[in-house]
C-alpha cells in the first residue's frame, strides 16, 4: 500500500500550518506543505495511529 501524499483534511488554502500525510506498508511520512525541503517525519503506523485518535478524543 501506498496512498501517495495526501493534504491534511484540517489544512486550508490560507492556512500557514498545512501538512501532507503519506501511508506505506511500513511508515506514516509527515511534511510541512509549504516547505517540503525541510524534510519528512517518520512514524510507525501505531505510533500515528495512537497521536490521532488523541487528537480526536480532545
Known amino acids: ?3 501517495g501524499w495526501f493534504k491534511c483534511s484540517r489544512s486550508g488554502a490560507a ?3 498545512c501538512v ?7 511508515d506514516v511520512r509527515v511534511r510541512d506543505t ?4 525541510a524534510g519528512v517525519l517518520r512514524v510507525a503506523p501505531a ?3 495512537a497521536l490521532v485518535t ?3 478524543s480532545g
Open 47 to 49: 505510533t500515528w495511529s
Open 15 to 17: 492556512d500557514e500550518t
Open 1 to 3: 500500500m501506498d496512498t
Open 20 to 26: 501532507e500525510v503519506r501511508l506505506t506498508d511500513t
Open 34 to 37: 509549504k516547505n517540503r525541503a
Open 54 to 56: 488523541d487528537i480526536k
